[in-house]
């Protein structure tokens, strides 16, 4: 990419929540990987963005922090991608650590924003509209025009990749998990790629007027979760599978250190356990 606009992203990169400072492994670099098949990991040490690359084009599923723009497009170029030829950008969910680089990258890539349809407010006001967020300037990000509105089941293809958008509301109104089929040693991997599964600190799980069924939509997310075959387990942070020590492993292991189904099991147990107990605790102080 042209030193310009490297410089271009890096200005625009300065307005990042200060918030963002405390959490050291959302700005440090990862080294970017191959993870399976098509798929790549481009992103920080824990903020995760993936590339998933065609001969027709590229899809980018989340552009992180402001600052994280010109990051993912040395990562990209580093794995000998152009980010210029991503065609279609994705997020997991509408909150400035996973979209704050999307104005950004959208600028360079002139890719086409498909986001679930729940967030589509929130994205395009730049987080002035979530729900929890709204009174936060700190969490607010530049503006996205979206160019195409999902629904639960959409399809975003790419030649013969397919990825699939589940619907897993309740850490946003439209948080997504993304699937799709990769092959690995002539078998079929199944990829699922967790949007979010957990509250903020403070959220109102019982009768906020800004989100009234938020409960209900834990409930049915961790419902849609349970249902979905998984070999490949990732997510829209790298601490939700393990990043660091898959990674570590995964030049000298014999087996794909990604795959870890029983670790997905383990991960949605856990955070549906994390909610009904807040959500018992929450109700019985109403």
């Known amino acids: 990419m042209p030193i310009r606009h490297l410089l271009a992203l890096a200005f625009l990169s300065i307005a990042t929540p200060l918030r963002a400072q ?20 481009v992103g920080s040490e824990d903020l995760a963005a993936y590339l998933v690359a065609t001969p027709q084009g590229h899809i980018l599923l989340n552009e992180n922090l402001a600052s ?6 040395q990562n990209i170029a580093a794995l000998g991608f152009k980010p210029q030829d991503v065609k279609v950008l994705l997020t997991s969910q509408a909150h400035y650590d996973h979209t704050g680089g ?8 002139h890719a086409q924003v498909a986001v679930m349809d729940a967030d589509v407010a929130t994205l395009e006001s730049g987080g002035r509209d979530d729900f929890f967020f709204f009174n936060d300037p700190t969490a607010w990000f530049e503006p996205v025009k979206v160019d195409r509105i999902l629904h639960d089941g959409s399809q975003v293809k790419m030649g013969s990749t397919v990825l699939t ?12 998990t993304w699937t799709l089929d990769l092959v690995e040693a002539g078998r079929v991997r199944h990829v699922v790629i967790v949007g979010g599964a957990g509250f903020n600190d403070g959220n109102n799980l019982v009768n906020d007027p800004r989100y009234p069924t938020q ?69 019985a102080h109403h």
């Open 165 to 176: 958008a589940r619907l897993t509301a309740g850490h946003t109104k439209g948080t997504t």
């Open 102 to 109: 999307l104005a950004a990258l959208k600028q360079i890539t």
């Open 215 to 283: 409960a209900r939509d834990f409930t049915r997310t961790f419902r849609t979760l349970r249902a979905l075959p998984c070999d490949v387990f990732l997510g829209a942070h790298g601490v939700y599978f393990g990043l660091r020590e898959k990674y570590a492993r995964l030049r000298a292991a014999t087996a794909n250190p990604f795959i870890d189904p029983a670790g997905y099991k383990a991960f949605v147990n856990e955070r549906d356990q994390t909610f009904r107990t807040e959500l018992a605790r929450q109700a």
């Open 22 to 41: 405390t959490h050291p492994e959302w700005t440090t670099n990862h080294a970017p990987f191959r993870i399976m098949g098509n798929l790549y990991y």
């Open 68 to 73: 994280s723009a010109p990051q993912i497009c």
